[in-house]
């Protein structure tokens, strides 16, 4: 068929692997897998790596098929995941052909006339820790069982996100006048992934341990009222051994206040008939340790490189309103897209 168009089929190689193995490795890492006769679905211990194994396996399977074509190349890009590292090196004369159809969709049949470009936003920065004080009780905040998703195709699915949850969940002890410090965060895995579960560890003081409780319990029935679907657990129980520091209440407010304030989620959908989402932000990653605190974000948008800067201006410009910013800088390497904001001091 030497009238045949040239076509390029690409896929990516790369997969975000998450499991409810602590410590995975690649020695121990599983894929749990449900086989059916016409499927191959997640088994509930890990993900599945169709995203972008699915992609390849159509490739392959296309050009091994006796469906006559024209010419076919397959290109096939690796770390997708982290940045499109691949493809932002790939040299653009190989990119010879009339047609180029990325496999990498979520749904069979439908073809995507738009892409979600995306930045990764790495907030950090370190804040004074103090003693326990006297009257202090330190107390383990945790949630988990949450839905979760992947960023790029669940953002819009109302599933709660762990990190505000447990934001909201002591935001609501401040505005009640309990004085909250926040000793240890642990939430999220990847930028790209909705968290499913966290852990703050927190101080404050023992005889308003009760009225926490009820705040808490308060919360609680408000967001399963907000997130029915979302059949989560949580805990808020004393610690026994307790953290020896934990940071001051004003660095404290200030961290939950950029939590309660950041416009997470969908943010804009376009005004097309099927209203698909424009531009989002994932609420990734959230640590704090020894008095350093780093938040990952990832944005998306389907919006032109021109209204998508134009976008993260604002989204910085909203920063140094809310918190103290130095001018950040952009680190780019390799295709990497990541913006470093440092912020506390």
Not at 8 to 14: D, S
Not at 16 to 39: G, K, M, P, R
Request: net charge negative; charged share 20%.
């Amino acid at each position: 068929m030497e009238d045949a168009p040239k076509i390029i089929l690409q896929a990516h190689m790369g997969m975000v692997y998450a499991s409810d193995l602590e410590n995975v490795t690649s020695d121990n890492a599983v894929v749990h897998a449900i086989e059916t006769d016409d499927t191959i679905t997640p088994g509930g211990k890990s993900s599945l790596g169709a995203d972008n194994g699915a992609g390849i396996g159509m490739i392959l399977a296309i050009c091994e098929s006796n469906v006559p074509h024209g010419l076919i190349c397959a290109l096939i890009t690796a770390d997708e995941e982290v940045g499109l590292i691949g493809a932002s090196v790939l040299d653009p004369e190989v990119i010879d052909a009339d047609y180029l159809i990325n496999i990498d969709v979520e749904e069979f049949g439908v073809i995507y006339y738009s892409s979600a470009g995306d930045f990764t936003a790495e907030i950090t920065g370190d804040g004074e820790m103090y003693q326990l004080a006297e009257g202090e009780k330190a107390y383990r905040l945790t949630i988990g069982n949450l839905t979760g998703g992947h960023s790029g195709v669940d953002i819009d699915r109302h599933r709660l996100n762990a990190i505000l949850a447990l934001g909201k969940l002591s935001q609501v002890l401040v505005d009640e006048g309990i004085p909250v410090r926040l000793s240890t965060i642990v939430s999220g895995t990847f930028e790209n992934a909705i968290p499913t579960g966290g852990t703050f560890e927190i101080m404050l003081p023992e005889n308003l341990e009760q009225k926490a409780r009820d705040l808490i319990e308060g919360q609680i029935a408000s967001l399963k009222t907000e997130y029915p679907e979302e059949a989560f657990t949580y805990q808020f129980d004393s610690i026994d051994v307790s953290p020896e520091k934990a940071l001051g209440t004003t660095d404290s407010e200030k961290l939950l206040n950029f939590l309660f304030k950041l416009p997470a989620g969908v943010i804009t959908r376009s005004d097309t008939k099927d209203s698909i989402v424009q531009t989002s932000l994932n609420v990734g990653l959230l640590k704090l340790a020894d008095g350093s605190f780093t938040c990952t974000l990832l944005a998306r948008s389907c919006l032109s490189e021109e209204h998508l800067t134009s976008w993260k201006q604002s989204f910085a410009a909203w920063q140094k309103n809310s918190v103290t910013v130095l001018p950040y800088p952009i680190n780019t390497t390799a295709g990497t897209k990541t913006r470093t904001v440092h912020w506390f001091r």
